[in-house]
């Protein structure tokens, strides 16, 4: 055979097409990106697990086969009915099918409208699939998208190695152990057996408008004179009450006591915590003057105790039926004073030009100026506990810090370099002056100056 | 057809960006220029937990990215890190210069299109007429402050250099400067 009859032999076996019967289609990527996540809603501030599909990233396969799919009237990327989510073994082999509650295409588009399918050109870059089946810490899942509601043909899977490592789905544990010469109530010891029970579910109702939680810490004993054991069963309601603005409060019930219930007691608690708007304060509180840039963080806490049986031994005496304090708090720890700087004998101000985004920031921020200070303030009323004089107990407390960077001081810039050169705000003197009540202790008072040197994260 | 055109596409990062920005209720941030704010690390203007939700909270309502976790925050370091993973900003560019490059060039997939050359996509190279639209409808999308005439020379460099790939292009136009 000659060298053109080889080259003739070889065009026409490259020129011949294959029977359609053995047409070679491309497998479907198995490189689809996903991360499992867990965040909260909000307002409900219900807790969701769910697994973020990354299909925006132009230049990728995964990319384009969204971008084919977008304009096809009969699939639609925010429908469960195109998904699968299995738990798999590390050779993909498939343990079990997991639930997905709901797709939810994650953004809105420039008409500020929240998508509700994909709209191509990369939006949304996520897609979440949230998950309503329980999940083990360390299994690994796998994620197929299909192009069809009968799940026949497959358009991309993930490679099945994503692991969740924190979800919002109930856990429990129990966890047995020996305890030699456990001290009982009754003055002696023994050796007994305990066991250290932990239950916990953060979301009791799915899509509920409040979160419904409940939990319950436990140390169950075999004598049941064990001073150790404990019960404390805790149900719970919260939800944001500005449905914009993070403003979370919460109702929260418990029954405490030891597992005999000789020592029995209800615990009610209600509380609020909400930073203040604060952009209005940018020419007030952000001058030459004074530097404010972030708000006081105040919250207030009422907590009721209804004792209903008391186990009074020599070490733990007999205490009032009821308790109730309320205690709002404030506390303020970006405050500094930008004119100390050249009041004083410090020349530092900062550079017209920052080095870099952080330093910019830190410009503006509290911690690049001459003198700071720290607030904390609170208050505990107690309207069942009266005093001396036959009033309602209220006891207020709190502290005040000044703050100066360890490089204001010329001794230190000059001799310390290698704490002050590189970072000038790493390291600051604080000086403090606390009024504080002990509310572990019955409300014992303390009065204290401090002084020190910290070093900063 | 997608709805959101792709000069919306970009107009929509930078107003992310601007929401994140008023999302911080920090007064010194608000007065940053976007550069600055981009690439300001996240942790050291929201400090506590309680700044860091507040901030995630008016971020889900403002632009719909409700799904970030607080350790988000700390995972993606700085608020353009943030952003480019629920909008890529790198996507947003590559899909406007593609709807502007050469006509063969807009029908081609993503991945194709991330392989082809500058000089394909845009010929004549920062003097032609293509790149003229492209650089015009960029700085139409993106703020003077993000995209300096310093930073276009540097663009405009990249383009006259022959064997450059639109993905090289692509990552150092989403740097921005």
């Known amino acids: ?457 | 057809m997608p709805d959101i055109s792709p000069s919306d596409g970009l107009t929509l990062w930078f107003t992310n960006l601007g929401q994140l920005q008023a999302a911080c209720n920090n007064t010194s941030v608000s007065k940053l220029d976007k550069l600055t704010f981009a690439n300001t690390t996240i942790v050291t203007v929201l400090p506590t937990t309680m700044e860091q939700k507040t901030f995630l909270t008016s971020v889900g309502v403002s632009t719909g990215y409700d799904d970030i976790a607080i350790a988000d925050l700390t995972t993606y370091k700085t608020f353009k890190g943030l952003l480019d993973n629920w909008n890529p900003l790198a996507t947003a560019i590559a899909v406007l210069l593609q709807s502007l490059a050469a006509t063969p060039l807009q029908e081609m997939s993503s991945t194709d299109f991330m392989n082809a050359t500058v000089t394909a996509a845009f010929p004549g190279g920062s003097a032609g007429p293509a790149w003229s639209d492209a650089l015009a409808s960029l700085k139409s999308g993106i703020p003077p402050k993000c995209f300096t005439s310093g930073f276009q020379t540097t663009i405009k460099t990249t383009v006259d250099k022959a064997a450059t790939k639109m993905s090289d292009l692509i990552s150092q136009i989403s740097v921005l400067g």
């Not at chain 1, 007999?318 to 004998?345: G, H, K, Q, V």
């Open chain 1, 1 to 457: 055979m000659t060298i053109k009859q080889i080259y003739s032999l070889l065009m026409a076996l490259a020129l011949t097409p294959l029977p359609v019967g053995v047409a070679q289609t491309p497998a479907p990527p198995t490189n689809l990106p996903v991360t499992a996540t867990s965040y909260v809603q909000y307002p409900s501030l219900n807790p969701v697990t769910a697994i973020s599909m990354h299909i925006g990233t132009f230049g990728t396969p995964i990319y384009d086969i969204i971008q084919k799919k977008v304009d096809e009237t009969n699939w639609n990327c925010a429908s469960p009915e195109f998904y699968k989510v299995v738990v798999v073994d590390s050779s993909l082999k498939v343990l079990r099918q997991l639930n997905v509650t709901a797709v939810r295409p994650i953004g809105n588009d420039p008409n500020h409208v929240r998508y509700t399918r994909c709209e191509g050109h990369g939006h949304p870059a996520i897609v979440d699939l949230v998950l309503g089946s329980q999940v083990n810490s360390g299994e690994l899942l796998q994620v197929f998208v299909y192009d069809d509601t009968k799940q026949n043909n497959l358009l991309i899977s993930s490679d099945g190695k994503l692991a969740v490592t924190t979800s919002s789905f109930p856990t429990f544990t129990a966890a047995p152990q020996a305890a030699p010469g456990e001290a009982l109530n009754n003055g002696t010891t023994r050796t007994v057996g305990q066991l250290n029970v932990a239950f916990s579910d953060t979301n009791l109702i799915q899509n509920s408008p409040v979160n419904l939680y409940a939990k319950s810490t436990d140390l169950i004993s075999t004598d049941g004179k064990d001073s150790k054991s404990a019960v404390a069963v805790t149900g719970g309601i919260q939800r944001g009450l500005f449905s914009k603005w993070y403003s979370p409060f919460h109702f929260e019930q418990t029954l405490q006591g030891n597992q005999t219930a000789q020592n029995l007691s209800t615990v009610t608690s209600l509380g609020f915590a909400s930073d203040p708007p604060w952009l209005w304060t940018k020419h007030v509180l952000n001058n030459g003057f004074i530097l404010a840039p972030l708000p006081p963080e105040p919250s207030i806490a009422n907590e009721y105790t209804h004792r209903i049986y008391q186990l009074v031994t020599k070490k733990t005496p007999m205490l009032s039926e009821n308790d109730y304090s309320l205690n709002p708090a404030l506390s303020w720890s970006t405050i500094s004073f930008p004119f100390t700087c050249r009041l004083l004998f410090w020349e530092k101000v900062p550079p017209k030009k920052p080095a870099s985004a952080d330093a910019a920031a830190a410009a503006s921020t509290q911690t690049s100026t001459c003198l700071g200070a720290e607030l904390n303030l609170g208050l505990w009323y107690l309207p069942l506990d009266l005093t001396k004089a036959g009033s309602k107990r209220a006891e207020g407390y709190g502290d005040i810090s000044i703050l100066i960077p360890l490089s204001d001081f010329s001794v230190a810039s000059k001799e310390l370099t290698y704490v002050t050169a590189k970072d000038p705000t790493k390291f600051q003197v604080r000086i403090k002056y606390a009024d504080s009540v002990n509310a572990a202790n019955n409300y014992a008072r303390t009065k204290q100056w401090t002084f020190g040197i910290e070093a900063l994260k």
